[in-house]
């Protein structure tokens, strides 16, 4: 009811007041959130030392910290934090994307293969053994199997020089389907259980034992990506619109297609290389903030992104602390805590859903 | 219109009432029927004529079975019931084992069973094999459970577990089932004189020498580790360890963190994935990472690689895990002492 009320008043604010209300609001959630995720673990560090630790990452041992909170905080918790709202940014933002070109509410990046891609890249590389001789074989081969899915789906999709969509969407489902039977027969096939227990437990996904490498793989690319995307922001809202009106108003719609489709698909795959396949962020994500801020792309991006990795920030969170010093895998969280709040948000704004 | 509505909520609230009370009662004939405890119902005496004791009824996790004759032909279908299985009875009599049962990294008896077809779960691969008894875990699916007992062929689910109690009245339960009671007893009575062996040099330790240990493995990144009611957990505390992971309150085979291992500060850690599947690269990690370095079993060097199957299997096989693990922690009162496997019935 009163989530209702603010949510109508936000929405007869001008678009320039309504970025800076949601943009400050968002970034005041994810730095909360990122203090509390850095504050938060099995190891008690007081937030004094914590402070010190983050004005002098390099300094060893002083007055207000130990050597340990020094490593705990600089080598266990920030990398894993970091990854977190990376992974965030990226799934939410490639969600969005592929939700304005498919025009459809249930596409998710998904939708052409790239996870079920970089799922199979990750299951080849730990069925071989490659993570014994070099131990970021299975991120990069992740990666490199979103990459080979969205070429092959492309490559089915793209003719004469344009793109057709149904094509792309029917193509992405069978990759999809082809990848996850390889899989699926691999597990089967697999006789030694411990390499069963490894593929399982990725495809599980999770952002445990994340370290500054695979920040490395994932932060910079996903960034600049996201900032691409947001960039062409106002192409998104014509394109989620239609193709006829986007060429009327200047869109070149046989370029800018499958710029996009390329950059979520680059997002997806990196996400999916340095945390498995997290459920829900992609989906959701994107749907929660529309029915608060409206369908306008050039908000919604940059929301997305903020919106992302607090969502994954807060599920890590809940992920660590709930039963530690055990921990639970962050896509049940984002699941659990996902999918009854976005229910909870179609129920009280059935009359403010905006929709393609 | 409001009196309308009321009638409806109220139908609704009262179907609700009725669904709850059908389930409950459903849940609870379903639990006595399928889940009663294992018991042996006969206590066979080997004394007697083999025809007074057939047929002979067992109470398994699958309710009664009977057993007409002392079977000839035995299928075993889980790791744990194959340990037990080739300990009790001569190899003759067992026509297939599981897969993973000749994998030496995970099975005590992988040479022994090397020649044994192997099984699926597949009813028509097991009626090939013309069983007369088939000794299975809770595990196997209940449907082809349902589709062999349909075609009269016994099959006999029990509980598998890692305490030393329970897996002596298992031992006497499959015993009981191959008709080799004396076996079993004999076997029982080994199995129990190393446990009590080892436990008489722990117990007599004081509590403040015990040791903490943390039993781990990691798969893709998630690192395992056993708590209470696991039986990585049971051989620790059976070895005279103190479970670190237990009294940080964990149960069962749970995911930690690297900061969960510095919380849980063990005086030493046992990798118990094999070290070609993982275990290599995984104590390599936790030796050069800095922030694990005040770790007291990584700062003295104390990370054991120990071999899978005596820490992973469900059998009487866990006492060689239980020694081993003793062995390391009381070097002094065990460093000459050498420690036997335990014989198949044919080798007696």
């Given at each position: 009811m009163i989530l209702g009320k603010y949510i109508s008043r936000y929405s007869n604010l001008t678009l320039s007041t309504r970025i800076h209300v949601s943009t400050l609001s968002l970034i005041s959630l994810l730095v909360a959130s990122v203090l509390v995720a850095i504050s938060v673990g099995p190891?008690?560090?007081?937030?004094t030392s914590i402070l010190s630790i983050l004005s002098n990452p390099f300094v060893h041992e002083s007055i207000s910290h130990t050597e340990l909170e020094r490593l705990i905080i600089t080598d266990l918790r920030l990398p894993r934090i970091i990854v977190g709202i990376t992974v965030g940014m990226g799934l939410s933002v490639a969600g969005l994307t592929m939700q304005a070109l498919f025009r459809n509410p249930m596409a998710d990046p998904g939708i052409i293969g790239v996870s079920a891609g970089g799922s199979l890249g990750a299951v080849v590389a730990i069925t071989?053994?490659?993570?014994?001789?070099?131990?970021?074989?299975?991120?990069?081969?992740?990666?490199?199997?979103?990459?080979?899915a969205s070429i092959i789906v492309y490559s089915f999709a793209y003719s004469n020089g344009r793109l057709s969509m149904p094509t792309l969407l029917l193509a992405g489902v069978a990759i999809s389907a082809f990848f996850s039977s390889i899989i699926s027969a691999t597990i089967v096939l697999q006789e030694n259980p411990d390499s069963v227990r490894q593929i399982l437990f990725w495809l599980a996904g999770g952002l445990d034992s994340r370290s500054w490498n695979h920040v490395l793989i994932a932060t910079p690319l996903i960034t600049i990506g996201t900032i691409i995307?947001?960039?062409?922001?106002?192409?998104?809202?014509?394109?989620?619109?239609?193709?006829?009106?986007?060429?009327?108003?200047?869109?070149?719609?046989?370029l800018v297609r499958p710029g996009f489709i390329v950059l979520s698909s680059l997002l997806t795959g990196l996400a999916v290389s340095v945390s498995g396949t997290i459920i829900f962020v992609g989906l959701i994500t994107p749907h929660i903030l529309r029915l608060i801020?409206?369908?306008?792309?050039?908000?919604?991006?940059?929301?997305?992104?903020?919106?992302?990795?607090?969502?994954?920030?807060?599920?890590?969170?809940?992920?660590?602390?709930?039963i530690q010093p055990a921990e639970l895998q962050v896509g049940i969280i984002t699941s659990l805590i996902g999918a009854p709040f976005f229910l909870f948000l179609l129920i009280k704004n059935k009359k403010n859903i905006h929709s393609y | 219109m409001v009196k309308i509505r009321f009638q409806r909520k109220k139908s609704v609230l009262l179907s609700l009432g009725l669904l709850l009370i059908l389930s409950t009662v459903t849940?609870?004939?379903i639990q006595d029927n399928f889940f009663?405890?294992?018991?042996?119902?006969?206590?066979?005496?080997?004394?007697k004529e083999k025809s007074e004791l057939w047929p002979r009824n067992i109470t398994g996790f699958n309710g009664i079975t009977t057993i007409e004759r002392k079977p000839r032909r035995i299928i075993s279908a889980s790791v744990g019931h194959d340990e037990m299985t080739v300990a009790l009875v001569p190899l003759e009599r067992l026509v297939a084992v599981t897969k993973i049962s000749k994998d030496p990294l995970y099975s005590n008896i992988a040479e022994l069973v090397k020649d044994i077809p192997s099984v699926d779960r597949d009813p028509e691969n097991i009626i090939a094999l013309n069983p007369d008894v088939i000794v299975t875990s809770p595990y196997f699916p209940a449907d082809s459970i349902s589709k062999l007992v349909d075609l009269n062929i016994s099959v006999i689910q029990t509980n598998l577990a890692s305490n030393i109690d329970n897996q002596i009245d298992q031992i006497a339960l499959l015993g009981s089932i191959y008709g080799e009671e004396v076996r079993a007893l004999q076997l029982s009575q080994q199995i129990r004189a190393r446990f009590d062996f080892i436990q008489s040099i722990s117990v007599d330790a004081e509590y403040t020498n015990k040791q903490s240990v943390l039993a781990l493995s990691q798969y893709s990144d998630q690192i395992w580790t056993a708590g209470s009611n696991s039986t990585e957990g049971y051989i620790i505390e059976a070895a005279g360890g103190i479970n670190s992971a237990a009294q940080s309150g964990l149960e069962g085979n749970v995911t930690t963190s690297f900061e969960g291992l510095i919380s849980m500060a063990p005086d030493l850690i046992i990798i118990t994935q094999p070290l070609k599947f993982g275990?290599?690269?995984?104590?390599?990690?936790?030796?050069?990472?800095?922030?694990?370095?005040?770790?007291?079993?990584?700062?003295?060097?104390?990370?054991?690689?120990?071999e899978t199957k005596l820490f992973t299997t469900l059998s009487f096989w866990n006492i060689r895990g239980i020694e081993e693990l003793a062995k390391i922690l009381w070097p002094d009162k065990l460093e000459n002492q050498s420690f036997d496997g335990f014989d198949p019935f044919t080798t007696r």
């Open positions: 190891v008690k560090i007081n937030f071989v053994g490659l993570e014994h001789y070099f131990l970021f074989s299975v991120p990069l081969f992740a990666f490199l199997g979103s990459l080979t995307i947001s960039f062409f922001s106002r192409d998104l809202n014509l394109l989620s619109i239609s193709d006829d009106d986007s060429k009327s108003l200047g869109v070149n719609v046989d801020v409206g369908p306008d792309h050039r908000l919604l991006v940059p929301l997305c992104a903020i919106g992302g990795a607090f969502f994954v920030t807060i599920a890590d969170i809940l992920a660590r602390s709930i | 849940s609870i004939v009663p405890e294992t018991v042996v119902q006969e206590n066979a005496d080997p004394e275990g290599a690269s995984f104590i390599e990690e936790l030796k050069t990472k800095p922030a694990l370095k005040e770790i007291p079993a990584i700062k003295n060097n104390r990370i054991y690689p120990v």
